[in-house]
Every structure is written in C-alpha cells, then in structure tokens.
C-alpha cells in the first residue's frame, strides 16, 4: 500500500533570507492546513515559527538550503483559530508598499513570546483569558453639543474615511466614545481598534475608555508592556473577547476578526511612522485596513497633517469640524514676545516671568515648554575649541547636571564630566544652551520670591503664614524613565500639586490639564529655516497642541494665554498661530508644496546606506543609482545624488541617503518593485546594510 500523498503548504517563515525577493516557502504537511494557521518549521539548522499563507500546493518556494526536497511541518500550534483574509491581506500589502519581505512583516506584527510557545503552554495561557465576551453596561459622561452631535450623525450615515478636525478641547475623545458606543448597540460582538501617537497619552484614554465600557472590554497595547502582558491582549483581540483595542502604531496590525471601527487619535503625529525594519505608516495602513475589512475609519486631530488635509481637499475623506470648546472654554489668546527687544541673553523675558508669577499667585499651573531635553546641549572649554562632542557620533553629548554625566541621543554613550578640558587642561568648562533640566533650575531661580496662595482651611498663625516655594516639576524623558513615573508626575500635576511644569513634547499634547492659565514656548525659532520642508508643519502644530493645553476648563475662560518668544515674530507661521487659524496656514503649506513638487503632490523614497565608511555608504548610493537608468525610460522617477545624512555618523556607523522622488505613487512603486533585485545583488566593500523608506517623514 502506498503512503498517503502528503498535503504540500506553503508557508511564511521570518529570517534573513526571506527577503523581498523570496516569497512563502514549501512545506509538506500530513494535514491540510487553513491559510492564517501558525505553525512550526524548520529552516536550516533552526526551527522558526511561520504562518500559513496558501492553502494551494505549489505556490511556495523552496527554502535555498533545500534545494531538492521540501521538508515538512514540524508543528501546528493547536488551539489558535487561523489569522483572518483581512489581516493576511494588510500584512502582503504592507510588505510590498513599504518593500519588505512577507516573513519579516508578518511575524513583527505578532507577539513576540507567541513565537516561542508550544502547544501545551499556548493552551494554558487560553485558559488564563477572562470568559467574558460582551462589554459591560455602558456608563453614560455627558449629551453632546451641538458640534459632535452633527458629527456623530455623520459618521452614522456616511462611509468615510472622516478627518475630525476638532480644536483642542472640543471634545474629540467623547466623539471616540460615543462612536464606539454605537457600535457596540448594533452588534455587541463587534471590536474597535482605538490608536495614540506615543505610550504616554495611553494611560489616560485608557482610563476613559475603561470608565465607559468596563475594564474586561478594553485591552492595551504597546511596547510598555510586559512580554506576558502583550500576549494576553493579543490572545483576547483574536479571539474577540477585547471589544476595544487600545494601542500605539503596533496595533495596527493586531488581529481582530470582528474589526468595525479604526479611530486614530492624533493623526497627525509623526510617531505613527516607524523608524526602523519596515517603515510603516500606522496611520496610513489604518485607512486601508478600513477599506478591506470594511470598518470605519475615523482621523482625528486639532492640527491634521498636510497628507490628510489635502485628502480632505480633493474628496477622499470627509471632513468634521468642530472649533469650537466643550463649555464655556476659549482657545488661548497668543501673545508673542520680540526676543529682540528684550535683555540681551536673557532665557525667560522680564514679561513672561512677571505673566507666571501672576498665575502662580493666583493658585493657577504654568507649563513651560522647551523641545530639548538635558541641562546643556554641549558642554564646552573657553580655552580651546573642546566641545563635548561624541567619539562614535557626528553629534554632540548632552550635559546633564543631576547625574553628572555627558550623554550621547544617538547611541546612548554616557561618562562622567571630566573635571578639566581634556584636550587643554583648563578647569573652566561651562554648559552651553540650555535644556529642560538646566530651565527647571533657572526658573527655581527667578520664582524664589514667589509665594503661593495657602491651602484651603489654613490658619492665620504660624508657619501657614510662612512664604511657600514655588513647586516646579519637570517631564521628559529623563525623568519619566521608571516604571509609573510618567503616571504619578501627570497625577500630581492634575492633582494641583505643581506651580510651574516644564517639559517637552512629552507633555504638549493629548494631556487634559484643567488647571493651566499659560503656556509658554522658550525657543521655537530653530524650526523656522530648517532645510526639512515639514519643519513649519511640525512646529506650527506642536505649538498650537501646546497652547491647548491652557484654558481647558470654562471657570479660566479669558484668562488663558499662550507666550511665544521668539526673534522673528513677523513669520507668517506666528500670524496664523495669533489667529489659530489652521486652514490658512495648510492652504499656504499646500501652495508652497504644490509649486514645488513636494508632497503630497509628489511621492517620495529614501534608499538609506550604513557603512564603515562614508565613501562605502555613497559608492553603493552611486552603484544603485546607476542601476536605476534603465528601470525608468519615461523619466519620470527622479534620483537625487547621495548625501549624508543629517546626523551621519551613529554608533561609528556612517550613514547615506539617495532621495527616489516622482509625481505618480503607482508608477514609483513600479520602480521601488523593479529595483530591488539590483539593490540585492550590490555589495559594495564596508557596507552593512541598506533599506528603502516609503513616503519617509525625514529627508
């Protein structure tokens, strides 16, 4: 008798070798297998994990070191329903948009302890998972105003993509809600997928969300959590037990069969796009994710991005507008400060300091913000030309004065401040700038007189007489570290606890504090003539999300302010910031752009080199380049010469780039698709890596 014919797989396997000139490779499995089942396979001398992505014999390849004969599955991981058509198919498209290989794509988006359990331990962590499969009953925050009323109606009886352009503070995160609510009333077992730009602004949508549905309804994810953690919210979105997944660009990707409803809160951000392996947009992959599931896909931001602003413009999405604040809150009138006409050097302008006092005296928060963290971006010697620069980076360390330590951004190299200059000897080094730890110090300094208003109930006698310090607190990354440091610092903050905050990006967007009257922008000029052409977009909404912050609740309304200093208050940014008005300034943008071929009028590609040597990394540019003349006989793909980059050496690591730029996205992937077999082949002497990044936000 003979054996029964074994079934042949073709499965996804991630490894160097899959690249995107290899596809699914052939397997033989005594049993069909559905497409989407995760199993186990060898490869080479290692067994790795891979999914299922044919159920047709034959589609696959062979795996180059089996040259002759397929070998078969080592294992099924039982218990696990198949990964649905719809995540298999954002999965291929991604690797193919943003040229990435299909293991490699496919396997990121999974957990990583997924890959390493078998059967036995996959089951006993099943069984861990919370029984229950509906929501709980829905707690009712308050009616909505007229302006998310109307969008609500909206939502309801359109398709979509919708761009919810709501000012800060008018109550976007309640149209969230309120959306996921409807869903659920038209089908309890459908789920939602809810995105944030960064780890930070999720514990308080969390919290939102966990009050209005119950916490076995929501699940997190993102690259805080635990290994266990991720897993288990992973494990409850496939098997439909979370209604509601929370999460950073990674959940994109997670697999939820019942997928009815995408909101991606700040979209705007530029930290939906990742920055390194596959350089996906979470962003963009989420509006198609809605067009094949189908769900509804819903943008929401107080300064969209130009991308989205422009699909508004020519009909591909559908816009909400909601200026107007929850309440009786105002936006905050913006007052720019001349640098020009202030005392020479000085960091915090007479005015300003005087506008602080004031609010601290009347028991009202500041925030002070400055996008740079550290005491000192360099330290440096009077004496001689010696500044703190980085031995591996063509970058300089950064001071930071509580630990004592010159710090390198890049690549993390830390050492002690030396007590001299080690190139002259001379004992007199000194910070230059200034950074948020060195701000915080200084503000300590000018706020010293400053009393505070007493607490509620003090006496008259005493030390409640007794002036009270000024209590000035600071967030960022620095300080932020340790696990729930985030969480108590914004906690005390919302408590009234803190006077004066300083921090970064960190805390200028998505935070609701209701007790800050005045924010503050100590530096925003360096944005202003930068040779990135997205520098004005970024600058101008990270100043507008950081004025948001103030005024939020309706008992300031009159009372909150935005300060800019600045040497240029003329710009055409700041005149549109004075009148917050964003549709003026993305109609300028758009002007500019679209006279320069830029986008989103043109689409644009960055092939990246690393190499030992900066004249490695550019001879590979020049060698690609050169293999790219004859993939484009119309000529309209353009190759730009190889630069460096604009911090060019990381880790002693030099790096390159050629900008691949062309005014039809199809016909650059057509080129992107053609040329990767001659990105294969090229091997110059010293280079380490290369990769190719699709619509990149940095050029």
Same mark, same amino acid.
């Given at each position: 008798?003979?054996?029964?014919?074994?079934?042949?797989v073709p499965v996804v396997v991630a490894t160097p070798a899959h690249s995107g000139l290899v596809g699914p490779l052939s397997y033989q499995s005594e049993l069909a297998l559905a497409p989407g089942t995760l199993v186990r396979v060898p490869l080479g001398k290692r067994e790795v994990m891979g999914v299922v992505w044919d159920a047709e014999p034959g589609k696959g390849e062979r795996a180059p070191s089996d040259r002759y004969q397929e070998r078969p599955v080592a294992g099924v991981l039982d218990g696990l329903a198949p990964l649905p058509g719809a995540w298999r198919q954002l999965v291929g498209f991604a690797a193919r948009y943003y040229q990435r290989g299909l293991g490699e794509v496919a396997l990121a988006a999974l957990p990583p302890q997924l890959r390493d359990l078998d059967t036995t331990q996959?089951?006993?962590?099943?069984?861990?998972?919370?029984?229950?499969?509906?929501?709980a009953a829905v707690l009712r925050a308050p009616q909505p105003t007229g302006e998310q009323a109307q969008a609500l109606a909206r939502i309801a009886g359109e398709s979509g993509p919708f761009l919810l352009f709501g000012a800060t503070g008018s109550g976007k995160t309640e149209v969230y809600l309120s959306a996921v609510e409807r869903m659920l009333a038209q089908d309890p077992q459908s789920q939602a997928l809810v995105m944030v730009p960064e780890i930070n602004l999720t514990p308080q949508l969390l919290a939102r969300f966990t009050e209005r549905f119950g916490e076995q309804a929501v699940a997190p994810m993102h690259s805080g959590l635990t290994p266990a953690q991720r897993l288990r919210s992973w494990l409850m979105a496939h098997a439909g037990q979370a209604r509601i997944l929370l999460g950073t660009r990674m959940a994109v990707f997670a697999s939820l069969p019942r997928l009815r409803l995408i909101v991606v809160d700040e979209e705007h951000d530029p930290s939906y796009k990742q920055q390194e392996g596959a350089r996906y947009s979470a962003r963009d992959l989420a509006v198609y994710r809605g067009h094949i599931e189908p769900a509804q896909v819903l943008l929401g931001s107080a300064?969209?991005?130009?991308?989205?602003?422009?699909a508004c413009e020519s009909g591909r999405y559908q816009r909400l507008e909601m200026p107007a604040?929850?309440?009786?809150?105002?936006l905050p009138r913006v007052r720019l400060v001349d640098m020009n006409l202030q005392p020479r050097k000085a960091v915090l302008s007479p005015p300003l300091v005087e506008a602080i006092s004031e609010?601290?005296? %009347? !028991?009202?928060?500041? /925030?002070?913000?400055?996008?740079r963290r550290g005491y000192a971006p360099v330290l440096a010697c009077s004496a001689c030309d010696w500044k703190s620069d980085c031995p591996h980076c063509s970058a300089f360390r950064v001071f930071h004065k509580i630990d004592r330590t010159l710090r390198c951004h890049h690549c993390g190299l830390a050492e002690r401040v030396p007590r001299a200059c080690p190139a002259c000897g001379n004992v007199d080094i000194s910070p230059l700038g200034r950074g948020t730890e060195r701000l915080e110090e200084h503000l300590a300094e000018l706020l010293a007189g400053v009393q505070r208003p007493r607490a509620e109930g003090a006496g008259d006698a005493g030390q409640d007489n007794a002036p009270r310090p000024v209590r000035i607190a600071r967030i960022d990354a620095d300080t932020t %570290? !340790?696990?729930?440091? /985030?969480?108590?610092?914004?906690?005390q903050v919302h408590a009234g606890d803190v006077d004066v905050l300083v921090g970064t990006q960190m805390v200028a967007k998505g935070h609701d504090f209701r007790r800050i009257t005045l924010v503050a922008a100590v530096n925003p000029d360096s944005a202003l003539f930068s040779s990135d052409f997205r520098a004005p977009e970024r600058l101008f909404a990270l100043l507008m999300q950081a004025g948001g912050r103030a005024g939020r609740d309706a008992a300031q309304a009159g009372r909150s302010e935005m300060w800019v200093q600045t040497f240029h208050p003329t710009h055409t940014l700041f005149a549109a910031l004075k009148r917050h008005d964003y549709p003026a300034f993305a109609a300028a943008q758009l002007r500019e752009r679209q006279a320069a071929g830029m986008p989103p009028f043109a689409y644009q590609a960055l092939l990246r080199a690393e190499a030992r040597t900066q004249p490695a990394a550019q001879a590979f540019l020049d060698a690609a380049r050169e293999h790219a003349a004859a993939l484009d006989p119309t000529g309209a793909v353009v190759l730009y010469s190889a630069v460096p980059m604009a911090v060019q050496r990381v880790a002693n690591v030099e790096r390159a780039q050629l900008l691949v730029e062309c005014p039809s996205r199809p016909a650059l992937q057509r080129f992107l698709a053609a040329w990767q077999p001659a990105l294969q082949s090229l091997r110059e002497p010293g280079m380490i890596r290369w990769a190719v990044d699709v619509d990149p936000l940095a050029v």
């Open positions: 008798m003979s054996p029964p014919t074994l079934h042949r996959l089951a006993r962590r099943l069984k861990r998972r919370v029984a229950q499969t509906t929501p300064t969209p991005s130009l991308e989205s602003w422009q604040r929850v309440g009786s809150g105002e609010r601290i005296a %009347r !028991g009202e928060q500041a /925030l002070v913000f400055l996008n %570290r !340790g696990k729930g440091t /985030l969480e108590a610092q914004l906690a």
